[in-house]
């Protein structure tokens, strides 16, 4: 049996002060879980940036990986949070060349989420992921 793997999409962005945190909830798609994940303000602002409209007149970071990534022939597929570990989520950039042979590449939850929204890709957790870390509120 494969394992099995749930989409997200984002439902919100929180920046609590008073702790210093800036936090991405990601709502199961098709369900009333949560999975509410702890970014660096760098990757809030461009995720803000994409979800505003706004382009910058030259390619941000996350930006100009989709670019290199499309450059090389390659395209974006999915984001899958695979795991979590000492309270740190992993996840993994899903890439196919020429449509067929794919490429897996380790990356953090934040910056997948940044790379998902410029490449109108779809975001997906483990099951067992989203049972351990996910919330029926937020």
């Known amino acids: 049996m494969g394992r099995v793997v749930i989409e997200l999409v984002l439902s919100k962005i ?5 702790r210093n945190e800036q936090v991405i909830v990601l709502k199961e798609k098709d369900g009333n879980r949560y ?12 995720i803000k940036l ?11 970071t996350h930006d100009l990986l989709i670019s290199v990534i ?16 000492n309270n740190t989520f992993f996840a993994k950039l899903h890439l196919s060349v020429n449509s ?28 067992a992921v989203l049972q351990e870390a996910g919330v029926t509120e937020f």
Do not use: C
Not at 14 to 18: C, L
């Open 70 to 85: 499309e450059s090389l022939g390659a395209k974006l597929q999915k984001i899958l949070i695979d795991r979590l570990e």
């Open 100 to 127: 067929a042979k794919e490429i897996l590449i380790d990356a953090r939850p934040s910056d997948s989420v940044a790379l998902a929204l410029r490449a109108g890709v779809p975001v997906f957790v483990e099951d």
């Open 35 to 46: 999975l509410p994940v702890v970014i660096g303000i760098a990757e809030v602002n461009a």
């Open 50 to 60: 994409k979800l505003s409209g706004i382009k910058p007149p030259r390619p941000l």
């Open 14 to 18: 929180k920046v609590d002060e008073t």
